[in-house]
């Protein structure tokens, strides 16, 4: 066999079917909406273990843009080292016009 047939025939095993390539294709569905995209990227910003991601999605849909954002900053400059998440949750909290969440009392 020439050199060219030896190359041909390694080509032609690594050579996949477009089936074959459809099935190992990764879809990722866009966000639909703003809130998840700001979401996303403070999960990707402040590296947040996947049991506060929830907590991540909650606070950006239940707060205004502007105070996330705001909070996201406070964090980048402030938080330099450590757990960056963690000072945005103490943040987010504290800004005096955050929403008041009602809890029952035990009585």
């Known amino acids: 066999m020439t ?3 030896l190359l ?3 080509y032609m095993k690594d ?3 477009f089936g074959e390539l459809m099935k190992k294709r990764v879809v990722q569905k866009a966000p639909a909406y ?3 995209e700001l979401a996303l990227k403070i999960i990707k910003d402040f590296d947040v273990p996947n049991d506060k991601r929830g907590s991540i999605f909650r606070v950006c849909k ?5 105070i996330v954002e705001r909070a996201m900053n406070d964090t980048k400059e402030l938080c330099k080292t450590g757990q960056k998440w963690n000072y945005f ?3 987010i909290g504290k ?3 955050a929403p008041k969440v009602e ?3 035990l009585n």
Request: charged share 30%; hydrophobic share 30%; no cysteine.
């Open 95 to 97: 800004k005096p016009d």
């Open 62 to 66: 239940q707060y205004n843009k502007q």
């Open 3 to 5: 050199w060219l047939a």
């Open 34 to 36: 703003q809130w998840q």
């Open 15 to 17: 050579l996949k079917t």
């Open 103 to 105: 809890t029952d009392q």
């Open 8 to 10: 041909l025939e390694k």
């Open 89 to 91: 949750f103490k943040i």
